[in-house]
């Protein structure tokens, strides 16, 4: 059977030498604890913006089984931003579709992107060793970045000017310094138990199997959830592609089972069988069972301590939310911390990552819970409930909203965060302040490209062109803080972009429509791409204000 | 908001056909009837404050004996 492409590297079977650490006493900026997706792509972040960093990582492998295999459009997004989006979604299955099935009926099917103009997908399915695999790849590009496997976080100590760590190596146990540091350490974060935190939430009574299955399958590339197949009575079933002919199967088996006997072959393939038929042919990949939480810290930002990705918050499974939720984390986190370290943001900067990333960590335990309501009724009457709407669903429109199979992820939008400025002016549309813009084709220098590629990294001023002069935004004087400036115009018209910025064609007019745009609009992106502010006309005063409160200029005052 | 004065036409006629509909029906299939009907009633009324008016009725005097069956986590 296929499998790998010829010449691309087995990361799953990677080891990575120990190298010691030059420099020891050399304290350094910011050291990043955990070389998984989260770890990666913030350091990426960081050194792009001339950070160094120092990655370490406890072990020298990268994800052991496929986990986390669904990656949302918005992280796909920031992989583009990193450098390695096109590779994630060359190597991996592009889905849209969800069906849900009750017994052997469909009685659901959702689109996760109905609309065109879109660079990316509603999600790629790809194993996490690919992800971390191109991600360490883009890493190792970077002169920035420092990477040394075998290094085990085993004691953490802060005080208002530095961390110091100590790391345990293959040499014995050294001490690091450095002015931040970014725990992204995984569930079990070696981080947060140094420093006595303590994440608390919920555990769900359940337990699921993963089975990733190598096979030749006619399956279409979309989210199959069942709940109550005849294959696997009075339980549910999830099925994924994932690249190089693998599938994940993943079967609920109640509290009861147990996790030891249900990994065994002799366990696990009978239930394959009972899905693929008997005359299937399968190799089993990789085999898991698992409970899961739905839990967080109280903060995310402890001194010069930073949490991201599952050291900070856990989830459900149900809904992809573990992964790309981290992935924005990183992404949030990169820009501020890039800001503070380069003198250009005061510290109080970092306090908008934990007020933001806490919401957005809420935001995903609410809709996990509520998935895992639905698919693990915690009382007799949730489970009434839930039957109930499942048996409504095969003829009442309304119990097929109702039914549950996990709510896919989506990005947070920092409605209330202490950055953004609320709208002054009247505008329509889905598009709010706090939100992540939407993608639209564009055309740049005479070539066809994606709005996303053409923003972030840096605060941007976007101004809508029309008829008229446009506005002189030379008048800003945001100096010492970089800001992109970018003239949108109008679909057949090229632009004459002034001074310092350049012209982007709105190629289909969707951008215009996306962002409610009239001529004279203007919006101020953050450097992850979300809204800071917009208007519809520019006021210099306006924007410089909006600009030093998404800086943390205000954040103190308040 | 919430009606509670008399809203139906005929109230024994109603009454008798709600504890008829359950005739012969175990406890357990009795309550898989009810839930479906609030699911279908709920969808009917459809306002949120309405609703949760009568849910908030529903519950009242009523001290809560039982949990859920999930575990805190610490980690």
Same mark, same amino acid.
């Given at each position: ?8 590297? @087995? ?99 959702? @689109? ?54 100590? +790391? ?6 050294? !001490? ?12 079990? !974060? ?60 993943? *079967? ?39 409970? *899961?939480?739905?839990?967080?810290? @109280? ?5 010069? +301590? ?130 992540? +813009? ?55 018209? @090229? ?47 306006? +924007? ?15 | ?75």
């Amino acid at each position: 059977m296929a499998s790998r492409a010829p010449g691309e590297p @087995d990361y799953q079977r990677l080891a990575f030498r120990y190298e010691p650490m030059a420099g020891r006493g050399e304290r350094r900026p910011v050291i990043v604890v955990g070389a998984g997706p989260v770890g990666l792509a913030a350091a990426i972040d960081l050194a792009r913006q001339g950070v160094p960093v120092l990655l370490i990582d406890d072990d020298d492998k990268l994800s052991q089984g496929s986990r986390a295999i669904c990656f949302a459009k918005r992280t796909l997004e920031i992989f583009d931003r990193l450098g390695c989006g096109q590779r994630m979604v060359e190597k991996g299955v592009t889905w849209n579709r969800g069906k849900v099935f009750v017994r052997d009926e469909e009685v659901y099917a959702f @689109d996760l992107l109905p609309e065109g103009g879109h660079r990316r997908p509603a999600f790629v399915n790809l194993q996490q060793y690919y992800v971390e695999g191109f991600l360490l790849d883009c890493a190792l590009a970077l002169p920035a970045i420092d990477i040394r496997w075998r290094h085990r976080l085993t004691g953490i100590s802060q005080d208002e000017n530095g961390v110091t760590i100590e +790391v345990e190596t293959p040499e014995g146990t050294q !001490s690091l310094a450095c002015d931040w540091l970014i725990a992204a350490d995984g569930a079990r !974060s070696a981080t947060r138990k140094a420093l006595g935190l303590v994440s608390s939430g919920r555990t769900f009574r359940d337990r699921f199997l993963i089975a990733d299955v190598r096979m030749e399958a006619d399956f279409p590339a979309e989210r199959w959830f069942w709940f109550d197949p005849p294959f696997h009575p009075n339980r549910s079933v999830l099925l994924h592609q994932q690249p190089d002919q693998v599938w994940r199967v993943d *079967f609920q088996l109640g509290w009861e089972a147990d996790p030891i006997e249900e990994q065994k072959p002799e366990k696990v393939m009978p239930r394959l069988r009972a899905l693929l038929g008997e005359a299937a042919e399968f190799e089993l990949e990789w085999v898991s069972v698992y409970t *899961f939480s739905c839990l967080r810290l @109280d903060r995310f930002r402890h001194g010069r +301590v930073l949490f991201a990705g599952d050291s900070a918050h856990g989830v459900s499974p149900f809904g992809a939310r573990g992964a790309n939720s981290g992935i924005q984390d990183a992404e949030n986190l990169a820009w501020k911390l890039g800001l503070v370290v380069k003198g250009l943001a005061p510290e109080t900067l970092l306090d908008s990552y934990d007020a933001e990333r806490v919401e957005a960590a809420d935001e995903n335990i609410l809709a996990s819970t509520r998935s895992t309501d639905f698919i693990t009724p915690k009382s007799e009457a949730s489970r009434d409930f839930r039957d109930a709407a499942l048996d409504l669903a095969r003829d009442c429109p309304f119990a097929r909203r109702l039914v549950n199979s996990g709510r896919l992820s989506v990005p947070s939008t920092y409605r209330t965060s202490p950055l953004t400025t609320a709208d002054r002016d009247a505008f329509a549309g889905p598009l709010e302040p706090g939100a992540p +813009v939407p993608d639209a084709p564009i055309r740049i220098g005479g070539r066809e490209g994606w709005f996303l590629d053409e923003v972030g990294g840096a605060f941007t001023l976007i101004v809508f062109a029309g008829q008229g002069a446009l506005p002189d935004t030379d008048a800003l004087r945001p100096d010492p803080l970089p800001l992109d400036r970018i003239v949108v115009t109008p679909p057949g018209q @090229d632009g004459d972009p002034p001074l310092h910025a350049r012209a982007v064609e709105d190629r289909e007019g969707l951008l215009a429509r996306r962002f409610d745009a009239a001529p004279g609009t203007v919006y101020l992106l953050r450097p992850d791409q979300h809204v800071c502010a917009r208007w519809r006309s520019f006021d210099a005063a306006a +924007v410089a204000a909006a600009l030093q409160r998404a800086a943390g200029g205000e954040i103190g005052r308040c | 908001m919430l009606n509670t004065e008399t809203n139906l036409p005929s109230p024994d006629d109603f009454y008798e056909e709600l504890v008829a509909l359950h005739r012969d029906l175990t406890p357990e299939q009795s309550r898989q009837v009810n839930a479906r009907l609030i699911l279908l009633l709920a969808n009917h009324v459809g306002d949120p404050a309405v609703l949760r008016e009568a849910m908030a009725r529903a519950r009242r005097g009523i001290e809560p004996a039982g949990g859920d069956a999930t575990l805190p986590a610490r980690a």
